[in-house]
């Protein structure tokens, strides 16, 4: 090789790595995140292979805005009010009730399965293809109350970083949420960068059939076939990656269990937990949120070895400056 | 770029292509293999993004040999007997009273559910860590009946060089099997190049829970929870990879939802349908075989525009010349 070539060849990597987290403040928190990735790509005692640099982020909270309410609670909302009238019954029949009363503190409070529900009970009779198209048309317009932003514009910067930074290094990344698989598949690789295939989530039964223009479709069925929240979550990894994470970033107690299959393995290993306490740029919860609380995790962090990610702290910007999601 | 950089950045990709299918004979069937690939990947009416370019194999019959049974359930088979003495009812309670008979033709009959069947009853209680350790020990030292070689060394030769050729052209190649995902991992990135993430197959439940010594595990439960054989294979897809495969090749009737699945979605589609039709070789079945039975899709195979392809008449050679798998 030419000298100057490879002066160039030796250069390129540092120079792409000069800052790989420009929106992280510089301190012991980003100093660890690079520290840990330079350690699992470098020959030596922590060396990981590329094939076994799974990296798995939780959704809502972690990735994008939760609050007020979970985006696809909203999106079930909007299909509960257009059903509606064909279906009187739901002013007296929870969870349908809370959503034409707008009672989001009910709501949110019954969590991810309620979401499940309303969406099951919304959306049958529907192939995936038309559930897709449904989902697609909804996010390019929706906006966020407070923010007046899609909800695709309402990612996490940071994040954004962090995900092409591990890509960069060798990291597959995939997202292990609790909402529904289906709801975030549209969408995750133009915003995230994270294909279909590698987005895990809550599932509705599919049914294969051959419909009344003979050409086969996937219907989907008003029944939950599995939630990916909790415990749910190292069965989803399991069953969707085959192998367990090195890194893992969440921000609520649903993530606990994915966050201790992580850590709890051989090697090194990373958890990240995102502690929202910034309620200007973005809210501020925990302990008492009925959505994405964080309680059980926050007390047990320390002696897991899992990192807080203080927003206020550690974040210099919390959204992208202008919105990434083109019309 | 240098002249002579330049020169060669432009020759590389002819000098591979130059025949990436070594052991596919010369004719009609090569050809359109080769040209459909090329139609996808050059610009064009026919293009693809390469992360569209989803292909999916079945794997018994197709990667690897099936016959005289299914090589997951000589592996079952292996451990009934070795748990037999501490369970007397088997004697008498089917499937198990025919593998401690040796009745390969009825075991063969009852087919993949009879496999899961056998796997879920002699491996409960394990972990899946404990699970893939005893598939990694049986798979490294059990060998064919009929040709004394492993299983892994029994893979098509053929199939090996048509998952590379893809995967070289921006192809991301998956499994999709009625067999068992977790006897499926633990060796198929080593044998075939592809991870256990693009790996899919029928699944027992998994429970994740806190082991005796404090640490988390997921363990296997007697319950077959996903079959991913006949109508379950385009509904594994759709779990698994979120899109429609462009590319699909099976061998038997259990193929048939996935190849028609595939050709049926809109632009340029290839499905493949290896005819086992080699007696010398390998095996010669097809119609009236419990193991791998192909009947309806080689009736349908020329309306729908599936390919067959003949192990014969198409393969110039089988099985790799030596034993692939380092001991």
């Known amino acids: 090789m030419r000298p100057r070539l490879l002066l160039v060849c030796l250069l390129l990597p540092t120079l792409a790595l000069a800052d790989p987290l420009p929106s992280w403040r510089a301190g012991a928190l980003k100093t660890s995140i690079i520290g840990f990735v330079d350690a699992v790509t470098t020959p030596g005692a922590d060396f990981v292979p590329a094939e076994a640099r799974i990296a798995v982020f939780d959704n809502d909270g972690t990735l994008w805005v939760e609050q007020p309410v979970y985006t696809q609670l909203v999106f079930a909302a909007d299909r509960v009010r257009a059903l509606a009238p064909s279906h009187p019954q739901w002013s007296t029949q929870p969870p349908f009730d809370a959503v034409l009363a707008d009672d989001l503190d009910a709501l949110a409070e019954a969590g991810h399965h309620a979401i499940l529900e309303l969406v099951a009970a919304t959306h049958t009779g529907l192939s995936s293809a038309e559930f897709a198209a449904l989902v697609s048309a909804w996010i390019a317009e929706a906006h966020h109350p407070r923010f007046d932003r899609r909800y695709t514009d309402l990612v996490y910067q940071p994040m954004l970083e962090l995900l ?36 895990i989530g809550s599932q509705i039964e599919l049914v294969y059939e051959i419909g009344d223009d003979g050409q086969p479709r996937l219907m989907r069925q008003p029944e939950i076939g599995f939630v990916d929240d909790k415990a749910g979550k190292p069965v989803g990894i399991a069953r969707h990656i085959g192998r367990r994470p090195i890194l893992a970033v969440g921000n609520s107690d649903g993530d606990y269990q994915m966050l201790d299959w992580t850590t709890s393995g051989d090697g090194p290993r990373l958890s990240l937990l995102i502690h929202h306490d910034d309620p200007e740029r973005e809210y501020a919860y925990d302990r008492d949120s009925a959505i994405g609380r964080l309680d059980q995790a926050l007390d047990d962090a320390e002696g897991k070895g899992w990192r807080l990610v203080s927003m206020r702290e550690d974040w210099l910007r919390v959204f992208p400056a202008a919105p990434s999601t083109p019309r």
Do not use: C, H, N
């Not at 995939?174 to 995750?188: E, H, L, Q």
């Not at 995230?192 to 295939?197: C, L, M, S, T």
């Open 164 to 199: 092409a930074y591990l890509r960069a290094e060798g990291f597959k990344t995939f997202i292990v949420s609790g909402g529904g698989i289906d709801f975030m598949r549209p969408w995750t690789e133009a915003v995230y960068g994270i294909p279909p295939e590698q987005v």
